[in-house]
């Protein structure tokens, strides 16, 4: 029976970021259990085709990936491909935005790897997050990538399953499909960047008109990730066609139309310094309102440490009932844990009178407990603190916390654009353009490798 290798390695790096991956950062399966994520097995198995299962390790966005890190889980995929180098095709899904120390891309790297092992016909086909940063070797080396349609991403199951059923085709049929990659020099604010919103919604729906086409395997547009300084680091459109005339041509139509977009992305919700956002946030009639400290974005590789915001509302002393949940501080946890709830104390850190106002844990990416969690009140003001790396996507976050979500009229979280899952408890948003790792100002991240020009950072005229 003709086999097919399936893997998944993801980690989408921040160069800013101080905390690199480490093994327990990464959720991790081998053999059988990478189903437990993956949902491709059945279409390659209905076709007819022997699944052979890898690894599958996926970690929290972070720092870039040392080599020790990448190479521990690179070494496990090479060794399923050693043992079965008569593989007709390989699928894996990746981020695309994996930066490893003194290597770059580290799916690429893995690419060429594979590609010194399995036969020239062997197909490779792959799926990535719309963020990806997508080097133009890649063409080189895999056939077939199918990117997110979605920005916030809810069809990562659906691109899986396209991905699988590109692979299938081009080996039912014998073709073996060309993949071009048109980069597009702009960086611009991943959270203005939103496919449910035109201008990329029409151009989302382009992409799906030309896979209709036979001779089409994918057609994608991806919007780079600007928090790795890389020369790969911008955006992109990919088209995998029969021929590499036609995905060059539906590549560069795709890439001139985006570009032609460029400056049209702002932001759809009150996006404002934190100062401004505070401010708003305490004189609002509305029920409940939340604030996103964007540049410590903890979804996007920041630690979630700074206390920026939350010396703001301390300093403010509002009347309103607050929350600012999920600041990354493992002595604070642990230097209070043993102090119970309601008691008071000194808490030097901010010089301020406080009171224990519960204990609880942390829910992590994977919906497993990662650990403690204690909640601080000062006046009206409640700062959950975390012993390690959190991220506040969803009321569960705040239960597990042992904090009632629904009790506090103003809410700060370390993230982007806020959560779907967040959404119905907001009655208004505000997005903080606050400093850190994940900072939003392109201007201010100070990008030294990538290519020039690049819009906003110059003026030029571009075409592909
Ligand atoms: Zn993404």
Not at 37 to 49: H, I, N, Q, R, T
Not at 100 to 119: A, F, M, Q
Not at 241 to 258: F, V
Not at 397 to 413: C, H, R, S, T
Request: charged share 30%; with cysteine; proline share 3%.
């Amino acid at each position: 029976m003709k086999k097919i290798i399936v893997a998944a390695f993801q980690c989408e790096s921040n160069s800013k970021a101080r905390l690199k991956p480490t093994k327990e950062d990464f959720e991790y399966f081998k053999g059988e259990d990478i189903f437990k994520k993956l949902v491709v097995k059945d279409v390659f198995e209905s076709a007819g085709y022997k699944v052979v299962p890898s690894i599958y390790a996926v970690a929290l966005p972070s720092g870039t990936v040392t080599e020790d890190i990448y190479f521990y889980y690179e070494k496990q995929i090479m060794q399923t491909v050693r043992e079965n180098t008569d593989a007709v095709g390989v699928y894996i899904f990746f981020h695309g935005s994996m930066e490893v120390d003194n290597i770059g891309s580290g799916e690429l790297y893995l690419l060429k790897e594979i590609r010194k092992i399995v036969s020239p016909d062997c197909v490779i086909s792959m799926t990535m997050d719309a963020h990806a940063n997508i080097t133009a070797e890649l063409g080189e080396y895999a056939n077939i990538t199918c990117g997110f349609k979605t920005v916030p991403h809810t069809d990562q199951k659906e691109s899986q399953l396209r991905a699988a059923h590109a692979l299938v085709k081009a080996l039912d049929t014998g073709v073996k499909p060309r993949l071009f990659v048109q980069y597009v020099p702009f960086l611009l604010k991943n959270d203005t960047l939103l496919t449910g919103e035109e201008p990329l919604k029409s151009l989302i729906a382009e992409t799906v008109e030309y896979e209709k086409d036979e001779e089409v395997f994918s057609a994608n547009l991806f919007l780079g990730h600007c928090w790795i300084d890389a020369v790969n680091t911008c955006a992109s459109t990919v088209v995998c066609a029969d021929t590499e005339e036609k995905a060059e041509k539906i590549a560069k139509k795709l890439a001139n139309e985006l570009w032609a977009t460029r400056d049209v992305y702002k932001f759809k919700i009150e996006a404002e310094d934190p100062e401004e956002c505070v401010k708003r946030a305490i004189e609002g009639k509305e029920n409940r309102i939340f604030i996103t400290d964007s540049g410590d974005n903890t979804t996007a590789g920041a630690e979630g440490e700074s206390v920026e915001i939350l010396k703001l509302f301390l300093a403010a002393d509002p009347k309103k009932k607050t929350c600012v949940a999920g600041i990354t501080d493992y002595d604070t946890v642990n230097g209070l844990w043993e102090k119970k709830d309601g008691e008071e104390f000194f808490f030097e850190k901010f010089g301020v009178n406080a009171k224990i106002k519960s204990h609880g844990e942390i829910l992590g990416w994977t919906k497993e407990i990662i650990g403690k969690s204690i909640t601080v009140s000062v006046g009206n003001v409640d700062a959950v603190f975390t012993e390690y790396r959190s991220a506040f996507i969803e009321k569960g976050n705040f239960d597990k916390a042992n904090v009632d979500l629904l009790g506090y009229k103003i809410v700060v979280v370390k993230l982007g654009y806020l959560f779907t899952e967040l959404k119905p408890y907001a009655d208004r948003e505000l997005f903080a353009l606050s400093d850190g790792a994940s900072c939003v100002e392109l201007k201010r991240l100070n990008l030294k490798k990538i290519m020039r020009p690049m819009y906003p950072l110059d003026e030029f005229e571009w075409k592909a």
